[in-house]
């Protein structure tokens, strides 16, 4: 039987991240004793050659590079390897997870079961935490279709599991958005939304079932640009997503009346969005 699911994640390591890397291996080593699974992990600021900070399971392929990169450049290099590697095409399933997260016992096994029973299911996403959930019962009895909203407010890089044939059709993340570019976010969400459109059934449980730090409320102007660029270039090919946008330029006021973040800033993010580059102008009939 070939591999069930591929990872793709990236670690620094000049940032000291070798625990978290190891308790996101440990995790997945557990969950998937007797079964086959593949990572390919992208090692920045590491010289090819040099020792590994780690011992790693032979599932592991490791890909190393001299400087640092975004996030989303970085998940497509390993995209990219995955394709040439032809990986995407025999590797039934992709998931994304940070270095930093894991998966506690049983969700791992029980959210990879859900795709084997319904060959329907094309996308699958809960929710973390510091303190996340082992499943109490059968997935399937918590699962509902999620709306827009709840994909743009609850998807995640971590959280998110995939076809790899939706991987494929949907392409690479959005390299000017996430983290390490100048808008610094909302490559996830930009991502999940696209998958959300091109899968044939996405379902949600709105649970914290994957490992990860908790969500910091006082880092969401930090990460308001970015996803605001995301949700502006879905609503304006899509007319039905302007609630979902209505609804992040009320956050972002909230977030310039409560001194969280800036007006320049807050501006700023508004002439990005309202671009011809998300297709808004253009759709106004200006030229690109």
């Known amino acids: 039987m070939g591999s069930e699911i591929l990872f793709i994640t990236t670690t620094d390591a000049a940032g000291g991240r070798t625990a978290d890397l190891d308790r996101l291996l440990t995790s997945i080593t557990k969950a998937m004793a007797g079964r086959d699974w593949r990572m390919l992990l992208l090692i920045q600021r590491s010289a090819a050659g040099a020792d590994l900070p780690m011992d790693l399971p032979e599932n592991v392929q490791v890909e190393t590079m001299p400087n640092r990169v975004s996030l989303s450049h970085a998940r497509n290099l390993m995209l990219r390897k995955a394709r040439e590697q032809g990986l995407l095409a025999r590797v039934p399933l992709i998931a ?171 501006v700023s993010a508004l002439k990005v969005a309202f671009s011809a580059k998300t297709g808004w102008r253009r759709s106004k009939g200006e030229a690109a």
């Open 96 to 266: 994304f997870p940070d270095d930093d997260c894991w998966y506690p016992d049983g969700s791992l096994n029980r959210i990879l079961n859900l795709f084997r029973i319904d060959q329907a299911l094309d996308f699958w996403f809960c929710t973390y935490a510091s303190a996340p959930a082992s499943p109490r019962r059968a997935l399937s009895m918590d699962m509902k279709p999620p709306s827009a909203f709840m994909v743009a407010a609850k998807a995640s890089s971590n959280t998110i599991f995939l076809r790899s044939r939706i991987a494929e059709a949907i392409g690479g993340f959005d390299e000017e958005l996430g983290v390490g570019t100048r808008n610094n976010g909302g490559e996830d969400t930009d991502y999940a939304l696209r998958a959300f459109l091109s899968a044939r059934k996405c379902r949600f449980v709105d649970q914290p079932l994957i490992g990860h730090r908790d969500h910091d409320p006082t880092l969401r102007s930090h990460y308001f640009r970015g996803s605001l660029i995301a949700i502006a270039r879905h609503a304006a090919e899509r007319p039905a997503r302007v609630p979902l946008l209505a609804r992040k330029l009320l956050v972002g006021g909230a977030l310039v009346a409560t001194r969280r973040m800036s007006s320049q800033d807050f």
